[in-house]
């Protein structure tokens, strides 16, 4: 039996995100587009159908289509980069997964910035790897000191590069990631792991991705995203900037996320037990936020630290940060 720790920030978005008439701003994707909405977005003014509604469902290509590989490598490799260099997956999640599942086991090595994604530590350590943990810290603004780095990598560290529609491209329900590298004997034992787990990826995801980074279409939906984190990121910084005894951060240059540290008021100025803190505002205001010791620092960093996904719907933001300004001046200041 595989011995794995549990997935804390995926346990907790499990069981507080489906909270009745929750104001969820725990999320990291950017507010998620409908079909509809996604359509809209052509730069044609007939609207191209997104899905052939003719095509049979059959598994379809074993690595992901021709079409979706293609428009993967166009944007986010470039160069000399082709189809032949990506593997669809189901999300990044899946994509994270087979990397280490195929490529990391015992006498492996690995670096991983921390604090992240819990998955990028936890699978390689499951997998008997020794992991490295790079850590970013808030004295230096949560930059990567680069020289650090230098000090950690071995002869047999191995960089691979996973993305996904989910965040950036505000699709996580269509469930597509890839994995991309120039190395062709890397792809092959991914796909040969994938053989075992996937399959392929549903044809209509498949189809649904292709449209979103077509060329009409992918330059309009990276901008209403970008558009969309950096209003609501004034937003944010605002609300920080209200409560300067209490809250401070790095603030992000962008991205969908901040890292806020909240405080106890008065004289003391001890970090706020971040999980109590979480679970009290979301009793009291139904606004859902993540804790930072809990989630992503494995119950003994990032204490008092909690995560905003900023990037959900304006109206969303706006009315989760009233809330939590009132319940800060009812209960902490
Ligand atoms: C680093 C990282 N990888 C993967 C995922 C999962 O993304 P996906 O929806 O593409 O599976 C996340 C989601 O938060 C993430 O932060």
Redesign the pocket.
């Given at each position: 039996m595989a011995r794995i720790q549990p997935f804390r920030v995926e346990q907790w978005m499990d069981q507080y995100e489906t909270t009745p008439d929750v104001l969820n701003v725990a999320e990291?994707c950017a507010s998620s587009v409908s079909l509809d909405e996604l359509q809209d977005l052509s730069d044609n003014d007939l609207r191209m159908p997104l899905i052939d509604t003719s095509r049979p469902l059959t598994y379809g290509a074993i690595r992901g289509s021709e079409a979706l590989r293609k428009s993967v490598s166009r944007t986010h490799i470039g160069g000399e980069s082709s189809a032949d260099d990506v593997v669809i997956t189901q999300?990044?999640?899946s994509a994270?997964f087979l990397v280490f599942y195929a490529l990391v086991g015992k006498g492996d090595h690995v670096v991983c910035v921390y604090p992240?994604?819990q998955?990028?530590y936890t699978v390689p350590e499951s997998l008997g790897a020794e992991v490295s943990l790079w850590r970013l810290k808030p004295e230096h603004e949560f930059i990567p000191a680069v020289e650090e780095l230098a000090e950690l990598l071995r002869p047999n560290t191995k960089t691979i590069v996973t993305g996904?529609m989910?965040k950036a491209y505000a699709l996580?329900g269509i469930r597509v990631?890839w994995v991309a590298s120039k190395d062709a004997s890397i792809l092959q034992a991914i796909l040969s792991a994938r053989d075992y787990t996937a399959i392929s990826v549903s044809q209509l995801d498949d189809q649904v991705a292709q449209y979103a980074l077509s060329e009409r279409v992918f330059s309009r939906l990276l901008q209403r995203n970008l558009a969309l984190t950096r209003e609501n990121l004034a937003l944010l910084k605002v609300f920080v900037e209200s409560y300067p005894s209490i809250c401070s951060w790095v603030q992000p240059n962008s991205g969908t996320m901040a890292f806020i540290r909240f405080t106890s008021g008065g004289q003391s100025r001890e970090p706020v037990d971040d999980v109590k803190f979480c679970l009290d505002v979301l009793s009291k205001t139904n606004v859902m936020l993540v804790p930072g010791s809990r989630c992503f620092g494995e119950d003994r960093d990032f204490m008092g630290y909690v995560r905003i996904g900023y990037a959900c719907s304006t109206p969303i933001l706006a009315e989760a940060l009233q809330r939590l300004g009132s319940y800060l001046e009812q209960n902490i200041l």
């Open positions: 990291t999300g990044a999640i994270n992240t994604y998955q990028l996904s989910s996580a990631g």
